[in-house]
């Protein structure tokens, strides 16, 4: 079975602060994905990437970037936390879309 | 509007129950199509894959599509109080892993 490993559960950070999500997977699988997700606006695609050092962005990349300098690790950076990034964050990765994504069990961010 | 829409429920009922849940969309290209199972404070986990119109079958699981509708449903038949959970369809164009669009989700409660 896939796994997708996010580092931290819960995490409680303070207003200013830079915040590293990290995001690991074991079946070299190419793609992967960070999103938020929030209740009643469902889940928001942050960043993508298809390759290591490739990034792409996402339906709402504002206050966010990613790294990915290793096939297996993909990076969730919060430059500056504010208030309103907290949400629960879910690292997924696929092979291909036809296999749909794995994901990891999220981290819920709190800034407060 | 959105590109896919889903009720957010909640939507309660008895064990043994017959479950339908929806999607509708409006990007005639979309053909994939998925459904994911997502309990209390863990990611999403694909539980349902189809391509293109018709009936899939898994247990007590069956996902249908009505493409000329622009339509999803998932069906849970003798429906068991570890099927309570938040359901998300979701769809994509392409083979590749970019732009799966996800509903926000519709929590189910089965009543023992």
């Known amino acids: 079975d896939v796994k997708v490993t996010q580092s931290s559960r819960y995490l409680v950070k303070r207003t200013g602060e830079k915040v590293f999500l990290e995001c690991v997977q074991d079946m070299d699988h190419e793609n992967m994905f960070w999103y938020r997700q929030d209740p009643g606006l469902g889940l928001r695609l942050i960043y993508f990437?298809?390759?290591?050092?490739?990034?792409e962005k996402g339906d709402i990349p504002e206050g966010y970037s990613v790294s990915r300098e290793k096939k297996e690790r993909f990076s969730l950076i919060l430059e500056s936390a504010s208030t309103n990034q907290t949400s629960m964050y879910l690292c997924?990765?696929?092979?291909?879309?036809?296999?749909?994504?794995?994901f990891g069990s999220g981290t819920r961010l709190t800034v407060v | 509007q959105k590109e896919v829409e889903q009720d957010p429920g909640p939507l309660s009922v008895p064990e043994g129950a017959i479950v339908s849940l929806n999607c509708t969309y409006s990007?005639?290209?979309?053909?994939?199509f998925m459904w994911y199972r997502q309990y209390s404070r863990k990611g999403p986990e694909l539980l349902m894959y189809t391509y293109s119109s018709g009936n899939k079958e898994d247990g007590r699981f069956t996902a249908q599509v009505d493409k000329s509708s622009k339509y999803i449903s998932l069906f849970i038949r003798d429906s068991q109080p570890s099927d309570s959970a938040t359901y998300l369809c979701?769809?994509?164009?392409?083979?590749?892993?970019?732009?799966?669009?996800f509903g926000s989700g519709t929590r189910l409660s089965i009543r023992p």
């Open positions: 997924a990765s696929s092979l291909e879309g036809r296999d749909g994504y794995t």
């Open positions: 990007n005639s290209a979309f053909q994939y």
């Open positions: 979701a769809m994509n164009q392409y083979s590749s892993a970019s732009k799966i669009i």
């Open positions: 990437s298809y390759d290591v050092k490739m990034k």
